[in-house]
């Protein structure tokens, strides 16, 4: 039986920063960079030098589970891949997705009040 890494430690420590930046998300652009650059400095956290992280390497993906997207790049590297394959950085990864797709639908969805309270 393979080894199983869990990186929910590292969740817990970019949770509460990452909960603050998504309420303080005005736009639904603001929630993808958030998300994005969350994302980025977890797997910086979990892999240091090792493995090279673009902001282009994660996306956030609307209207489909997973919400998220891990570029073909990462999944070229042995070290991302062997970390991916014995951990739970997928189920983490996509915590983070979910909840930036529900601040995303909510700001979408409420997009007009605020237009109208911005221009007031």
Known sequence: MARQFSFTKYEHKALPDFRKKLNLAETTEDVINFFVHTIKELFESIFGD???FN???????LGREPHFKVSRRLFSSEDFRSVWSDSD???VIGRFAKSAMNRYNRLEKYSEKTDTKIRK
């Open 50 to 52: 090792k493995v090279d």
């Open 89 to 91: 950085l997928d189920r």
């Open 55 to 61: 902001y282009e390497d994660i996306t956030l993906i």
